[in-house]
């Protein structure tokens, strides 16, 4: 993929209050034909064919168990709103079992070779965003999961999640293997370039709007290049002016979020009765000081620009339901001048099991690091806060802007073609995510210049598929037999 050159990405420096947990990009004292010499040794201890295998343990975990000890830390009255959003088809049970696939990868080849990991890498966590620049750039998107670990597990859901979607669009057999060579190769081709690079120059590398535009100019028809830009122009709608319009009303001439149950419930619906408003507001001021101390300074000077008006608890994408996520409307110099804000509970990433503990003492801190580390640029309200809920439970959140110009691919409106593009996207941004934190060196050495690893993905990818067809029907006979709740909610 083309990508703008010197782009100034936002890494962010907010102060940790955990242990940071960046692995090294190269070991200490290693030169360059080091460090290639290890991503080829990693061939013979783990040939890149054997990623090719799927074949599930006899001891492997009951994805419906796996559901119900989740089911455990969360909202009751929501858990059915998940399992109903995941009973849709087999890419929304997979995209909500993020935690049953780490599972699974566990027991999958690992080359030795490490970087940060999204930890949820299916291509719906893609998208578009603004840069702190106001230019829209796409990046990976979502970091709930994030943690170091093996880099071919972010590798093999992607790949599985363009089999499954692929499947879902009706693409024939031949039609997905493309698209899956194309999302790999370009992983793998990035990966080595990135090899190449200066450091400095995989930091600031990022792909951007203009340059995406640029690609769809070269290979695609004039109709869904158009169709693109009106996608472009749509995102930079979607900011807290339209969610002021969307999201809110008047109540006694003051502005208010609209309740909308139970996907949108104000938190003077939830508390305990008793509990008045100028309680409620006390603990809220006390978390945004909390969260301000996560910020950079500047950032903290702008925060202080707003006041808190009003909050509510929000159902949020498909694994995340269930999970504790508050939005807050604040305004600056006027009711013109809105901020919303999301806040969304951060617990254990589901891959620590397999791949290590956090180092970090809380785990939206855990998160906002992970997010830093594999950003191109990032939320300038990037922060985090430990808390305590309605319930009592302390818990750990992170913070960022509910709407920032963000817009998500309609993977069911794109043809073949596009979705051989789209998946070039994602390849070339996840590559350099973890070219970020990993060794680009050893990994671009271990996949080398053939396309073994590609054809070894693309095999994995339909295997899985398999898989979370036949985990999508276990969880309907589990709803059928009462085993779980289930219900359909519209967004």
Sequence with gaps: MEVAPKELAEPGSAPDRGTRETPPAAPENQSVADRAARGKRARSETPRS?????????????????????????VPELVPIRHGRMLTSPFAFFRGSAAGMASDLAATPDSGLRAQLCGD????????????DRRLVFDVNDFDESLPGPWEWDVKRLGASFAIAARERGLSRKQRRSVLLTTVGEYRHAMREFARLRNLDVWYARLD??????????????????????????????DSLKALARLTHRVDGELRIVSDPP???????????????????GEVLELMRLYRQTLKLDRRQLL???????????????????????IMLLVGRDEGDPLFLQC?????????????????????????????????????FLGWLRAAGLDGVQRDFYVRQLWDWKRSADIDAMPPKALEIY?????????????????????????????????????????????????????????????LAAQKVSA
Excluded at 121 to 132: I, R
Excluded at 304 to 326: E, F, I, L, P
């Design 263 to 281: 996907l949108v419930v104000p938190v003077e619906e939830l508390t305990e009765e008793g509990l008045d408003r100028g309680a409620i507001e």
């Design 209 to 238: 709007a203009e340059s995406v535009l640029k690609e769809l100019d070269k290979v695609e028809p004039r109709k869904q290049v158009k169709r693109v830009k009106r996608n472009v122009e749509k995102a930079q709608t979607k």
């Design 121 to 132: 890498a299916h291509l719906s966590n893609f998208g578009a965003f603004a840069a702190p």
């Design 304 to 326: 202080d620009g707003y006041r808190y008006v009003h909050m509510a608890r929000k159902v949020v994408g498909v694994g995340s339901v269930g999970t504790r996520c508050w």
């Design 423 to 483: 998946g070039r996207m994602c390849g070339w941004t996840l590559a350099r995510a973890h070219a970020r934190s990993g060794d680009s060196v050893a990994i671009g050495a271990y996949l080398g210049s053939g396309d073994v690893f590609d054809h070894a993905i693309a095999d994995f990818s339909e295997l899985y598929a398999d898989q979370a067809e036949a985990d999508h029907r276990a969880l309907a006979a589990a709803v059928k037999a009462g085993r």
């Design 344 to 380: 969304k509970e951060a617990g254990a990433s589901v891959l620590e099991p397999y791949a290590g503990s956090s180092r970090h003492k809380n785990h939206g801190a855990r998160v906002v690091q992970g997010q830093w580390l594999m950003q191109a640029a990032s939320d300038i």
């Design 50 to 74: 054997s990623h090719g295998v799927w074949d599930p343990p006899q001891d492997r975990r009951d994805p419906i168990q796996i559901l119900e000890q989740e089911a455990s830390t969360r």
